[in-house]
């Protein structure tokens, strides 16, 4: 089975302290991504990355950053957690597939973040 | 920019009812479309995908969702709903970015609410 790790289930930070959100897949996928998920709202795509050291700024890029030095680990940076940040994180990976066709994203269990 | 729009953020059924959750995309090349579901406090799971083989496609625990041009609709159904059918579900649509790799949009999800 295909299996996307997020290192934390339940995070409580504290507004401006720096944040890092770590997803490992273990399927040798390319792409890996990272999305905000609220209410009313669904998943909004944050960063996504297609290969090692490569990024690319989804939806709603601003306040995070993200780090991908190796192929099975996508991380997440909050550079100076604000209130409005607060919200479930998922990571994803997906594979590039056979001729470049796309296959589907599979989830991380998701990480809930309270910044107070 | 492709995207995606699920009719109903809340939708009740009673168990056995047949199960309809509405999605329409806006697409200007052939998309690949998806259906996720997730269950509380968990990631996403793929219920099923249509990548242009079938027009109806079956997924797991007896959903089917049914690719439609003319009308840009790629809605999910199942015949008969079970109490364990109680999620969140998404409809998803990708996007093959110039640069290399896929992005995934996402409808804002549809809750489903099953009565005993």
């Known amino acids: 089975d295909v299996k996307v790790t997020q290192s934390s289930r339940y995070l409580v930070k504290r507004t401006g302290e720096k944040v890092f959100l770590e997803c490992v897949q273990d399927?040798?996928?390319?792409?890996m991504f990272w999305y905000r998920q609220d209410p009313g709202l669904g998943l909004r795509l944050i960063y996504f990355s297609y290969d090692v050291k490569m990024k690319e700024k989804g939806d709603i890029p601003e306040g995070y950053s993200v780090s991908r030095e190796k192929k099975e680990r996508f991380s997440l940076i909050l550079e100076s957690a604000s209130t409005n940040q607060t919200s479930m994180y998922l990571c994803?990976?997906?594979?590039?597939?056979?001729?470049?066709?796309?296959?589907?994203?599979?989830f991380g269990q998701g990480t809930r973040l309270t910044v107070v | 920019a492709q995207s995606v729009t699920q009719l109903g953020s809340h939708v009740s059924v009673s168990e056995g009812a047949l199960v309809l959750l509405r999605c329409n995309y806006s697409s200007s090349v052939p998309p690949y479309l998806f259906w996720y579901v997730q269950y509380p406090n968990q990631g996403l799971q793929l219920l099923l995908k249509y990548t242009s083989a079938a027009t109806l496609v079956k997924g797991i625990n007896g959903f089917e969702a049914e690719f439609k041009k003319s009308e840009t609709s790629f809605h999910l159904t199942k015949p008969s709903a079970h109490m364990s059918d109680a999620a969140e579900y998404f409809c998803?649509?990708?996007?093959?970015?110039?640069?290399?790799?896929?992005?995934?949009?996402f409808g804002a999800g549809t809750r489903l609410f099953v009565k005993a």
């Open positions: 399927m040798d996928h390319e792409n």
């Open positions: 994803a990976s997906s594979s590039e597939g056979q001729v470049g066709w796309y296959t589907e994203a599979f």
């Open positions: 998803a649509v990708s996007d093959r970015k110039g640069t290399g790799g896929f992005k995934t949009i």
